[in-house]
């Protein structure tokens, strides 16, 4: 058993601290909530109403969004584009999405590789990009999810002022979905760069995310 | 004696490399699920 939670320890620990965090932040956000429906003469939320809002559910999707397209392209942009010297790059010359002898796909899979990779045809280009794929889909499905609650917040917002409602089309195109949704892509392309940039030079000791402390600045990921 | 204790801890990895898999994949999907479901019922 215990062998069991060290050996998953980096999943479980996220996993702690994801369930922590939103719970905070549902009482954070329901607290701002209930602030603003007093402003405007409206009776305050519990919390299990707060959580089943769509206020709560925007607020969540358009951070989900973000963290997916960050992978997605992350993942897409690291076949084909390289960054000498960085860990999570692929050395100079290596780009693309390399021969079967090193994929070890095909004719060149072990024993126990996965038996999509050692398939031919559809079901080995399906598992070869499946990490890709399920990104792609996260990020599509929780940019819609935060596409559909945020013009439900911002009709409440608009009947509030006397405005006339706007339709799923409308909002997409609207500053304020634009806003949430760039607020969001912005610090994500920022946390790439970071990391992909100051991981050239700076270490730490211990961690897969960065080479071995004694490892030559130039030395890119495979390199390491 | 070995082969059977190294089997026996292949299978603990097993399950716990599936568990934390199918774990994070249902958490995903039944939350993408719910925030899709939610706005489009109007609240």
Known sequence: MRRALRDSGLSLAFLVLFLVTIVAQSFAGLAETNEELAEHGHAALDWVQYVTSSDFVVDVAENWQSEFLQFFLFILATIWLVQKGSPESNPPGDEGPGPDSEQRTGAYAYADSPRWSRAGGWRQRLYSNSLLIAMGAFFLLSWLAQSLAGVVVANEDRADHGEAPLDWLQYVGSPDFWSRTLQNWQSEFLAIGVMVAFAIYLRQRGSSQSKPVGAPHYRSGEES | ?43
């Open chain 2, 1 to 43: 004696m070995e082969d059977g204790t190294r089997s026996q801890a292949e299978r603990e990895d097993l399950v716990g490399m599936r568990l934390a898999f199918w774990t994070w994949m249902a958490l995903v999907v039944v939350g993408l699920a719910y925030m899709i479901a939610l706005p489009l019922s109007g609240r």
